[in-house]
C-alpha cells in the first residue's frame, strides 16, 4: 500500500517567509511524528499527534513553529518567519499506535532558506 | 533521563568484511523498545528490527544480525560479509512508556569495493 506522503519534496524560500510542510500517513495509523534532520545530524523530535489525544509539542524549537492534524490524518507543519538556522529535512513518520510499533517515514522534504 | 548513543560517527569497511554498529542507551524504565533503522542515500529511514526490554534473545536475518545486553545496556547490529548496498546511516532508537521514540545521531557506514 501507500506509504507516507510528504510534499513538497524540496522547498527554497527567503529568510523571514512562512512555509507549510504536509504529511499524509499512512491510512489506519493513528500516531504521527514530525523529525528534524540538519545536514550530517541525527533526528530531532518536534511534534508528535496520537489520535484525538493534545498533541505533545515538547520538540518545537521555537514558537515560529507550529503544527496541526485534521482529521486525524493529514498533518502540517508551518514555520513562520523562517530563518536559516530552519534549513534542514524535515521527517514526518506514522505508526498504527506509537507504543512498540515501528515508525514508517516519509521521504521528507528539504527546506532551504536563502 | 533517556538517551541514545551510537559512538561510532562514521565507519569504513571494505566488501565482505564484517561489521558490528554499536548503540548505548540509558533509560530507567523497565519496559522499553529498541529499534534499528538504516538510512540509505536516497534519504527515507527503512525499519530493520524492534527488541522489547524483556527479550534478549540475539536475532539472526540474513546477513544481519542483533546482540542486546541489558547488562551493558547495549543493542550491537553486525552485518556478516558487508556489501556496498550496505552503505548507509544506521540509526539506533529508543521508545519508553513515554511514546516518543529518542533517536541516536547514527553511524555513517561505506563499504568500499
Known amino acids: 500500500g501507500a506509504g507516507v506522503s510528504q510534499s513538497p519534496s524540496n522547498k527554497v524560500t527567503e529568510k523571514g517567509k512562512d512555509v507549510e510542510l504536509r504529511c499524509d500517513p499512512i491510512?489506519?495509523?493513528?500516531?504521527l511524528y514530525w523529525y528534524r534532520q540538519s545536514l550530517g545530524q541525527g533526528l530531532e523530535f518536534l511534534i508528535y499527534f496520537q489520535g484525538n489525544s493534545a498533541p505533545d509539542k515538547s520538540g518545537l524549537p521555537s514558537d515560529r513553529f507550529s503544527a496541526e492534524r485534521t482529521g486525524g490524518s493529514v498533518s502540517t507543519l508551518t514555520i513562520q518567519r523562517t530563518q536559516q538556522e530552519d534549513s534542514a529535512v524535515y521527517l514526518c513518520?506514522?505508526?498504527?499506535?506509537?507504543?512498540?510499533?515501528?515508525?514508517?517515514f516519509g521521504n521528507g522534504t528539504r527546506l532551504t532558506v536563502t | 533521563a533517556q538517551k541514545v548513543t551510537q559512538a561510532q560517527t562514521e565507519i569504513s569497511v571494505v566488501e565482505k568484511e564484517d561489521v558490528t554498529l554499536d548503540c548505548v542507551y540509558e533509560?530507567?524504565?523497565?519496559?522499553?523498545?529498541l529499534f534499528w533503522y538504516k538510512q540509505p542515500p536516497s534519504g527515507e529511514l527503512v525499519f530493520l528490527i524492534r527488541?522489547?526490554?524483556?527479550?534478549?534473545q540475539n536475532e539472526i536475518s540474513g546477513r544481519y544480525s542483533w546482540n542486546f545486553q541489558k547488562s551493558t545496556s547495549s543493542f550491537n547490529f553486525t552485518i556478516t560479509a558487508s556489501q556496498v548496498v550496505d552503505s548507509a546511516v544506521y540509526f539506533c532508537?529508543?521508545?519508553?512508556?513515554?511514546?516518543?521514540?529518542?533517536f541516536g545521531t547514527g553511524t555513517s557506514l561505506t563499504v568500499i569495493p
Open positions: 533509560t530507567r524504565d523497565t519496559t522499553y523498545y
Open positions: 527488541r522489547n526490554s524483556f527479550d534478549e
Open positions: 513518520a506514522s505508526s498504527f499506535y506509537s507504543y512498540n510499533s515501528p515508525l514508517h
Open positions: 491510512s489506519g495509523h493513528t500516531a
Open positions: 532508537a529508543l521508545l519508553f512508556t513515554g511514546n516518543q521514540f529518542y
